[in-house]
């Protein structure tokens, strides 16, 4: 299995950054698209962004040109840098693996406990 551990997370003001971090650990042969959702109250859990093994991302609109997501696969770890955060930025974010077990073809999926990011003044 796999644990994924967010760290990061906090209060910032309007305007203000916050850099996130997932690290992954346990027993697993690879993983591959590694992701940021989060889930603000009375609302679906959304998309962030996501990052392949190879290192391409993918933003939701609402958050391109402001976050950037990065990995490094030595450390098993994904990033999530956050500039220009917006009170509507306030959720609890979670981190998201795709790994495969050894000895498996199947891929899937785990998810930390996740982060609060609160954006007030």
């Known amino acids: 299995q796999v644990q994924l551990v967010e760290s990061g997370g906090g209060l910032v003001q309007p305007g203000g950054s916050l850099r996130l971090s997932c690290i992954a650990s346990?027993?697993?042969?690879?993983?591959?698209?590694m992701g940021w959702y989060r889930q603000a109250p009375g609302k679906q859990r959304e998309l962030v962004a996501t990052?392949?093994?190879?290192?391409?991302?993918n933003y939701a609109d609402s958050v391109k040109g402001r976050f950037t997501i990065s990995r490094d696969n030595a450390k098993n770890t994904v990033y999530l840098q956050m500039n220009s955060l917006k009170p509507e930025d306030t959720a609890v974010y979670f981190c998201?693996?795709?790994?495969?077990?050894?000895?498996?073809?199947?891929?899937?999926?785990?998810w930390g406990q996740g982060t609060q990011v609160t954006v007030s003044s």
């Open positions: 998201n693996a795709d790994f495969r077990r050894y000895y498996s073809v199947s891929w899937y999926s785990a």
């Open positions: 346990g027993s697993f042969s690879s993983i591959n698209v």
């Open positions: 990052i392949t093994g190879s290192g391409t991302p």
